[in-house]
């Protein structure tokens, strides 16, 4: 049986990611600090023999290593990261910190251990807001955030790891993910899961500037696809490719969709726009089709009634039982 690490595993993506791979028959080691994820993502795979919890730092050196040799690890799937560009404008030290030195750990710890495959999380933000759209991985690089720029940091680790110690490091830009387990309820909510909660309660939905900004938006599934394949893939070392829909909605459009999809009664409201707000984002995913054999399944109405579904079930669900998972698991 082969053992996969998923740093961020408690996370939005990283915890669906977990329950594909054990779905597949790997063992699952999560290493998270629980700085933005919950133990209620991962509560439900603690009695899976195949699955072990660790509370932890990408910061801890130490704890990477002995993870590495405990578990024997084969492949990485890196997910963890201050995952917010509002954060990493607050505190850009912080987010330099947890997103660049943890990665390099990560690469670091992996070369030596002789962990070959590693797949990470980048993100589409790395294009900046060029009105150029769809957007081509061959694209010049402009980040306009602390988090932007941690991400092509990144990326460009990746390919100087690939060709320093012939390692298989894959990254792969992240358009915006919504789908089961994203959190509605932190500062920094994305706008799928902020409407869909808002919109289950009949509460307003709020919309910054005329909502006529497109973004393309990739149901977690398709996600989770993407990085199964980039934990096996041939011939994809060093390779930075989009994970979207290839397809993009207006925000405006996107709220009557969910005002739809869940028979609410909200109505939109309208804000000041945000400054320097990207008008425009959409992914060419034709390199990650030639790449990786990845091909999205989910429509946005599909995705979208996936996700009105899963969140009304769980306005209705008493809160998980998590207290034995509360335990850090001992590593040597
Ligand atoms: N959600 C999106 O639309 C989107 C878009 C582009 C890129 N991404 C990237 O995808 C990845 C996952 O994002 P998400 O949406 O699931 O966010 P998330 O906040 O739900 O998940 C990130 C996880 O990493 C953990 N973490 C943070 N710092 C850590 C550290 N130092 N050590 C160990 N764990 C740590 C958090 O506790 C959390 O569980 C991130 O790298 C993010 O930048 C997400």
Redesign the pocket.
Known sequence: MQTILV????????SNIVEALLKRDYRVIV????????LDTIDHFLHNPNFTFIR????DRGLLRSIMKTYQVCGISH??????VTKSILDPVSSVE??IT?TTNIFDIAAESCCRRVV??????VYGDGPESPKQEQMRLDPKSP?AVT?AAKEMLARTFCQLHAMEIIGL??????GRR??PGSDYA?VVPAFITKALRNEPLPIEGDGLQTRDFVYIDDVVQANLLGLTAKNASGACINIGSGSSIGILELAHAVIRGSGSSSLIVHRPARPGDVRDSRADIERSRAILGYAPAYALDKGLAETVAWYRAREQKKPAQVAAAMQPVPVE
């Open positions: 740093t961020g595993g408690a996370g939005f993506i990283g290493l998270d600090d629980l700085s933005t994820g919950r932890g730092s990408v910061l997910q963890a990261a201050i995952a917010s947890a997103n943890g990470f999380a980048s993100s589409c933000a988090y991400k830009r992240y358009f915006n993910v919504y994203q959190n994305a």
